[in-house]
């Protein structure tokens, strides 16, 4: 089945940048999603198909793909973004719906 | 807006059935899923169903042991549990499909359930 693999953690300071990946075998082939889970809150879609928001989220949210990497950029981090993040791909061998591990994301 | 219910503590190789209420939007035009948080975890896809319930998809674990359904007229979802494990131990959330897309765009609160003796 096809696995896709997250760092488990990532820290910022307020105001920087903050990139969680996302790496499966040509993953860029795929169109990749994205989750926000705050603690003890349900997930959040923010980014869906590669780079494209839902309504509601902030522009600071983006995403990139290509290759065996996908990339959640998150700019100008506020404390509320801490978060754990999940990446979600659709695919036809095994399972056919995978998360990531997840990335625990810690505003310093 | 999705609201789970029927979670609670069962004992292994109990049953359990989920119930998910769906509002605001047209139930019967979306596929649903139910996707799981074991504690401290991450996720994981557990069942899918189409529109009017003809076709279902489910993760290999649970395979003969789950049963995903839904009633458009009473816009439900449910997962009906059999012969439950530890492992089953999670949160169970209630997913619609994003439609033209891969992804899950709602999300419900959360239902837990324990399987314990």
């Known amino acids: 089945s096809y696995v896709l693999t997250q760092p488990p953690s990532v820290s910022v300071a307020p105001g920087e940048t903050a990139r969680i990946t996302c790496g499966g075998n040509n993953i860029g082939s795929k169109s990749v999603h994205w989750y926000q889970q705050r603690p003890g809150r349900a997930p959040v879609l923010v980014v869906y198909d590669d780079s494209d928001r839902p309504s509601g989220i902030p522009e600071r949210f983006s995403g990139f793909n290509s290759g065996n990497t996908a990339t959640l950029t998150i700019s100008r981090v506020e404390a509320g973004d801490e978060a754990d993040y999940y990446c979600q791909v659709w695919d036809t061998s095994g399972d056919p719906w995978v998360f990531g591990g997840g990335t625990k994301l810690t505003v310093l | 807006q999705l609201v789970e219910s029927g979670g609670g503590l069962v004992q292994p190789g109990g049953s359990l059935r989920l119930s998910c209420a769906a509002s605001?939007?047209?139930?019967?035009?979306?596929?649903m899923s139910w996707v799981r948080q074991a504690p401290g975890k991450g996720l994981e896809w557990v069942a899918k169903i189409k529109q009017d319930g003809n076709e279902k998809y489910y993760v290999k674990s649970v395979k003969g042991r789950f049963t995903i359904s839904r009633d458009n007229a009473k816009n439900s979802l449910y997962l009906q549990m059999n012969s439950l494990r530890a492992e089953d131990t999670a949160v169970f959330y209630c997913a619609r499909d994003c439609g033209s897309t891969s992804c899950f765009d709602y999300w419900g609160q959360g239902a837990l359930v324990t399987v314990s003796s």
């Open positions: 605001g939007f047209t139930f019967s035009n979306y596929w």
